[in-house]
């Protein structure tokens, strides 16, 4: 009897166990677009869209959209991913139509050297801003946090406007928005559930005029653990310990 309580225990406790630790993807990894996208930087060509860092296809998409940023839903519609630019001096740039004149387009400027990123708004052309949008595609349904700061490292701008965007069963939902003035920082902390394929998307917009607006998105992305996984470690831990005591009797 003992040993069937034992061989019970036994596979209960690794099948839950291994649960967990499958779920390491699922409860507690961190997306952090710089770190995830600096490895394909070693790359002869560098993709768009761009994988993470555990291998999942697509999940960094660098686009511009030249619609008005007046509602989630016109900022977003039509976005258009960027190319891969010149490599100009030890950065690359990524445009809207590479090699263009970077002051007329909103642009990407990656540095392998200093692990830095930054997101440049194009010129207001009429009323519409040309937005750098930075668009994350979970490979994943889970609850993620948003969070962590917007720095406008530009001296001779004017600052950014951005905007958190959710795409979510064919439809755009603002999450959150705000400003960034010259070499200021502003906070972002926002909590949503998503399904795989679901998009959050961050949009820097010129404010009128875009030159000097460079900006860092130091924002993470981060798997909530659900209630239920933790439950379920520490039934599984119960288990092993139970054993263990059985073992000894």
Do not use: H
Not at 43 to 70: F, M, Q
Not at 184 to 191: E, F, M, P, Y
Not at 221 to 230: G, K, L
């Amino acid at each position: 009897m003992k040993k069937m309580i034992r061989m019970g225990l036994v596979l209960l406790g690794c099948q839950i166990l291994a649960g967990a630790v499958f779920a390491d993807y699922i409860t507690g990894y961190v997306w952090d677009w710089e770190s995830d996208y600096m490895p394909n930087m070693l790359l002869s060509t560098p993709a768009n869209p761009a994988a993470d860092s555990e291998g999942s296809a697509g999940v960094w998409t660098y686009a511009y959209n030249v619609n008005d940023a007046s509602t989630a839903t016109i900022r977003n519609t039509g976005s258009s991913i960027m190319q891969v630019g010149l490599k100009n001096g030890t950065s690359y740039v990524w445009s809207q139509n590479p090699p263009a004149t970077y002051s007329t387009a909103a642009y990407f400027r990656a540095t392998p050297s200093t692990s830095t990123m930054a997101l440049i708004p194009g010129p207001d052309v009429d009323v519409n801003a040309q937005l750098c949008q930075l668009i994350w595609t979970a490979p994943i349904a889970a609850t993620i946090k948003i969070s962590g700061d917007i720095v406008n490292i530009g001296t001779t701008g004017n600052g950014i406007l951005w905007y958190l965007d959710a795409y979510q069963s064919g439809a755009y939902t603002g999450l959150s928005s705000g400003s960034v003035g010259n070499l200021g920082t502003t906070a972002v902390d926002v909590t949503i559930s998503v399904s795989q394929g679901d998009q959050i998307i961050f949009s820097a917009d010129a404010n009128g005029g875009s030159a000097g607006d460079l900006s860092e998105y130091n924002v993470t992305y981060e798997i909530v653990p659900e209630p239920a996984s933790v439950g379920f470690l520490g039934i599984g831990a119960c288990g092993i310990l139970l054993l263990r005591r059985l073992s000894r009797s």
